[in-house]
């Protein structure tokens, strides 16, 4: 094996020099683009050395193909490295705020007691806080303003699609995150025997187990936290509700048992949302969102690219793009911070290259565990 791999190092060694001459070619041809205005990207010409050393390579043609896709993307990061980057992003790097202003309104979907309610009072201790009964018009608030705070996902049941279809509507900034632990209590207006609970269909959903095994009737309800207020209120014998300790609490209910939920460990992620963009220099979390042509390999194209700088991607969801057939926009969730150069660099060069791509924000996470 030692004289195959003395031949391998003798071909590294010649063929570093070529990439490097390349990449001093690609350099020139960068800047004659910058002088000219013209876009990095020449997805014809691309094409064009795909499919000649697809060809030239007889039966490692699509290794090849694989080979000079990468090389071609290293070269457009370096152009786009050079011509400095986007002017606009740039500039929201530098100029944004590096801290969230003292909050004005904070608006949430749902009553007081809600989750998101407890959501809202962990991102921003002792803001104000209103509520609005749809998601949509916790956007249209923020339009106006006010920070938002919404539901993106569940640990249990995934994704509300919902929320990420107005994210990506919108575009507004992300501007902090904050993992929320669901603990289900089964309360009721007096202690006594229950009959019939109400509910979210999400929350009966997740107790289901306890439900069929006591053999409660459901009925369902618009939230957690108005289903708690109606128990409370009606005070109707065997009656009973599941909601938040926090919501029981509120609205004065006894809580007959604590941890109903079927799975232990319930978690909802919450975003916070705004209109002007925040980016503290120890952010951790990017958000991002960009469509793609319907082509082979183009996600995987844009992937490869968080892979070859390091970073770490934590969310893709994929939304459908209204009025359009199967045609789709992602939304990315990546660890990285923007003040770094690389990271700074390879969002310019996405932003530039891919269709309806939107910076969302870069935020950090409060964990639930901050909370013990
Ligand atoms: C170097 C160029 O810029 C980009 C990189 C290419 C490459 O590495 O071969 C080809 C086309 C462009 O997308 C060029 O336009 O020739």
Redesign the pocket.
Known sequence: MAVERREIDRIDRELLPLFLE?MG??ER??EL?RQAGKP????A??QE?IDRVSRQAGEMGQSAAEF?RA??A???DR?HNLMGGDPDLLELEQRANRELQSPGKVVCQGVRGAYSHQAAERLFPGAEIGFVPEFHEVFREVSEGALGVVPVENSAAGSVTAVYDLILKYRFYIVGAVDIRVEHCLAAAAPGEITRVLSHPQALAQCSELLSREGYETEDYSNTAAAAKAVAESREPGLGVICSEDAARRYGLTILRRGVQNVRNNTTRFVAVSREAVLPVDASKISLCFSLPHTTGSLHSVLRRFAGSGLNLTKIESRPLPGRSFEYDFYLDFTGCIHDPSTLNLICALKAELPRFSFLGNYSELSTEEEI
């Open positions: 390349r070619c690609v041809v960068g683009k990095v990207r020449n997805a010409r691309e050395i000079y090389i071609m290293i070269s457009r152009e």
